[in-house]
């Protein structure tokens, strides 16, 4: 199992139908500022939208950062515990496929917005939940090591 950022999640994220556009159909809250025009595909179905100027040195494959991370559904729903910091090394096979994709040249102190294409997600447990949603993401990266 990936994980995606400390979420303990198994995730596959849906590929768009020939024709298709990848958020066709969904409706996002306004406070999140999703503007799917400017994203750019990073990895199927993972899409970035730079927020602040990439400056300053850049992250690449092996190096250490640490991230602020803010996640949300497109309703605005915030996701469990959404708000958190996240350590690892870019590359080490532990998130999800495409993640280090997205966050791949991200300059520090620098913010980023990833939005996942429609997925299918559930904790492993007991009471397990499906969720197809998008989910959006804040990120900022604060300290590449």
Known sequence: MKHLIGWALAV??????????PFEGVTFDPNLMVAPAMLREAAPGI???????QTGQRLQQGMVATF??????????PMPESSREVTYRLGD?????GWDQALSGMAEGSQRQI?????EAY???VNTTVLPAVVVFEVVLLRIS
């Open 12 to 21: 596959t994220v849906a590929t768009p139908l020939a024709g298709q556009q």
């Open 47 to 53: 899409f970035v939208r730079d927020l602040t100027p």
């Open 68 to 77: 602020r991370l803010r996640a949300w559904l497109s309703d605005g729903a």
């Open 93 to 97: 096979g532990t998130m999800l496929e």
């Open 115 to 119: 939005v996942l294409a429609p997925l």
């Open 123 to 125: 904790e492993q447990g």
